[in-house]
């Protein structure tokens, strides 16, 4: 699957993605990164995905890897990949941010 930079195709995406645990591939900020998709909606007034990031092109390990923020409208294309990942990463990362409104979770 692949989303352009529509709204609606992207959303449609990280809810599949987040739904069936799998890893997206993201072209972010000029670089490719793979992430487990955690949580998306909105948080302090703009919408956001909080994913953990597995690697990106430009970074090597262990700078790559850890949660991230991103920004959905600064996401430039997405792919959900085939790999799934087991879900929630545990009880530390349960409550992530305080967010204004969820739009789908990893349960």
Same mark, same amino acid.
């Given at each position: ?18 739904? =069936? ?8 900020? =000029? ?39 991103? =920004? ?36």
């Amino acid at each position: 699957m692949q989303a352009s930079v529509a709204h609606d195709s992207l959303d449609r995406l990280l809810r599949f993605a987040i739904e =069936n645990r799998r890893l997206i591939e993201l072209g972010y900020h =000029n670089s490719v990164r793979v992430a487990e998709p955690h949580d998306y909606g909105v948080y302090k007034g703009t919408e956001r995905l909080l994913a953990f990031q597995l690697r990106d092109s430009v970074h090597a390990p262990p700078q790559a890897v850890g949660w991230r923020l991103f =920004n959905t409208s600064e996401i430039q294309e997405c792919f959900v990949l085939e790999k799934g990942f087991t879900g929630s990463r545990g009880r530390l990362h349960q409550s992530h941010l305080v967010w204004d409104v969820v739009f789908v979770r990893v349960v």
